[in-house]
């Protein structure tokens, strides 16, 4: 069944947000016009986007928010609607009283970020400036689950609508900052590595390291056979691998190294490789360039996904770069210090660049958990992780979403600091494979 949306303003953030909510969330086919004369002849699902409501139907008041042309500060005020948060509220006598296309227009574009903030150590905007920590929603899918509640307001209207939403996807992704632990790094690293261990005191690394270069035992973060084997039922699993020079923060051996290309090449028999653009390269399309190039060289493979190192994520010109590149599919949007939906949705979606005022084929997949959140910011066990990863991936199964996880192979291996977390995604594979089974009701 189609949907037609009347409005006096089709503007592009207008078509860009109705068309995510219909067609990318829910399954349906939606129309837009301006054309009152066709709007007032509709026979079918009819939603009036104006001041004034056309007919019967579902009736929504726009904000003025989607006929700007500017980024400007927004007035934000929360309230419920239908046990849900919401804001953009804009009239109490239409049949639903906040503009639910602005707020997801607003959430998704990631408008808050192109405003003036106080950017974390690393540059970054942070999660307490969010207007979905702000509002009580960053654990939420909270777009998608208007979508669904505006489906039960239109069925309650019209009863045959029915919706045809994509299934529950579950995206294992691992990010390879530091390839081995102790081997391949050159005999300065490892001479510099073994006298800080002893000067330090550290005996038990010390131990290890001498165990790895005498060959007795295998590097702490050589996890790539077990892991293959863990990810077998998972062919959608996506490694993105740090090539880029090093500096303080990029810490991975040179992309020179033959120990690191037949890692590449080991992952990319079985897996999807994908770039992980260093540090430096935020800004910097030469660097990014570069570093898909070295992996795409040795793969002879183009490389179309990707996700920032440190989620140093800088809009629009970090995308704009990945764009000019030819990547398609970003993995960058979430927070280094909280879990949940950093867009507020676990629906991929295309990313709409403010500055240009248009729709780009670069396709944003958020990411809802990381193994060094978990541990290191909320100071979980790897067990109390498992329930809040399970909780948050029942509310993206509910509204038939993409959950994406990040692993680091540091935390794979299982060592100290990192003991127990090896278990970990197991369990949540495990788990999710039990609810990709099942199909929520759409």
């Known amino acids: 069944m189609e949907v037609l949306v009347y409005t006096q303003r089709l503007t592009p953030r207008v078509d860009y947000a109705i068309r995510f909510i219909f067609e ?26 104006c ?55 607003f959430l998704i574009s990631r408008y808050e970020e192109y405003l003036l903030f106080n950017p974390d150590k690393h540059n970054r905007f942070p999660s307490d400036e969010s207007i979905a920590a702000k509002g009580g929603f960053l654990e939420d899918p909270i777009i998608d689950q208007w979508a669904y509640k505006l489906v039960s307001k239109i069925k309650e209207k019209f009863p045959s609508f029915e919706i045809s939403p994509n299934k529950f996807e579950f995206i294992p ?98 897996f999807r490789v994908g770039v992980h653009p260093s540090y430096r390269s935020g800004t910097s399309i030469d660097k990014v360039k570069s570093e898909i190039s070295g992996i795409s060289r040795i793969l002879n493979t183009k490389i179309t996904a990707s996700r920032q190192h440190y989620l140093r994520l800088f809009l629009p010109t970090t995308y704009t770069n990945l764009i000019t590149l030819g990547i398609q599919e970003d993995y960058s949007m979430g927070y280094s210090d909280r879990v949940g939906f950093r867009a507020s949705t676990c629906t991929p979606f295309y990313f709409y660049n403010l ?4 729709v780009t084929n670069l396709r944003v997949y958020s990411f809802q958990t990381m193994d060094f959140t978990l541990c290191e910011k909320l100071k979980l066990t790897h067990l109390e992780a498992l329930d809040l990863i399970m909780t948050l991936i029942e509310k993206v199964h509910a509204v038939n979403g993409t959950f994406v996880s990040v692993w680091h192979n540091e935390y794979l291996s299982g060592v100290s600091p990192w003991k127990g977390w090896d278990l970990l995604m197991p369990l949540v594979l495990e788990k999710a494979t039990m609810l990709k089974s099942e199909n929520p009701l759409s």
């Open 355 to 358: 500055k240009d005022e248009k």
């Open 173 to 270: 992704t691992i990010d390879i900052d530091n390839a081995f632990a102790y081997q391949n790094k050159g005999l300065k690293r490892a001479i510099l590595g073994t006298l800080k261990s002893l000067f330090t005191l550290k005996f038990n690394d010390l131990r290890k390291r001498i165990l790895v270069y005498l060959n007795i035992t295998k590097d702490p973060f050589d996890i790539y056979d077990s892991t293959f084997s863990i990810l077998k039922d998972w062919p959608n699993t996506i490694w993105f691998v740090l090539v880029g020079k090093r500096s303080r923060y990029d810490r991975n051996i040179p992309i020179q190294n033959f120990e690191l290309q037949k890692t590449l090449h080991q992952i990319g028999d079985s």
């Open 24 to 49: 990318d969330i829910l399954g349906v086919r939606v129309r837009i016009t301006s054309s009152y004369s066709e709007a007032k002849v509709c026979s079918g699902v009819l939603i009036s986007y």
């Open 51 to 105: 001041r004034l409501k056309v007919k019967e139907g579902i009736h929504i008041v726009p904000h003025n928010l989607m006929i700007e042309d500017s980024i400007i500060r927004q007035k934000i005020e929360f309230f419920n609607w239908e046990n849900l948060p919401a804001f953009f509220k804009t009239s109490a006598e239409a049949d639903i009283p906040f503009d639910l296309f602005a707020a997801t227009f």
